[in-house]
């Protein structure tokens, strides 16, 4: 983790990390009926894996954090996931723009079925910006594992190749987007999906590529 990057994060966000205070990163709970908790035990796993090979200290725990919550600037990383529709009101679009642009980042990704609302959705939040597909050769797909052709398929869902997009604010990527590959799913137990450990494997270190961009970009 590059020192610089993270007192950056903390300056912006006013939030100090510490032995009793450590990093934690959360699950977006939203609004409008799609299943957000899903993929229940996803970030635990990735945690966990993250914190013994890239010797992360995130808290163990998965956080839960709204829209709207003022808490979510105490989190560098949040995932949001799920089968079904989402929303976002005035107020909770606003306090997503004004952490993203702060310095936290949003990782999307569909757990089948929530493509047709992402763009809609985030346009709420960025007005000015239209998701862009990642390129192969992007810093995201090269950290300390190597992903040359981007994204690891995980689950077959329309037999689609996976894609990664991102809203770029200023330069900086704050939204990543990633669909037809299902990394959620990818972390969770072994025998929940029927993955197989080496599918695990390759969402586990791409996941982990992502935490690593996050926390050194």
Known sequence: MRIISLLTFIVI?????????PLKIAKLKYAGGGD?????TALPNLIQFCNRYLNTSINQNEEIVEPESKEIFNYPYIFMTGHGTFVFNDNEAENLRHYLIGGGFLHIDDNYGLNPFVRPQMKKVFPELEFVELPFNHPIFHQK????????KIHEHDNKPPQAFGL?????????????CDLG???EDYGIHGDSEETRLKALKMGANIIQYVFTR
Request: aromatic residues 28%; contains cysteine; charged residues 15%.
């Open 13 to 21: 966000f006013n939030f100090s990390y510490s032995q009793e205070n």
């Open 36 to 40: 957000w908790y899903s993929a229940r």
């Open 145 to 152: 594992y190597d992903f040359p052709n981007g994204l690891p």
């Open 168 to 180: 770029i604010y200023e330069g900086k990527l704050v939204c990543l987007f990633t669909y037809e």
């Open 185 to 187: 799913n990818g972390w």
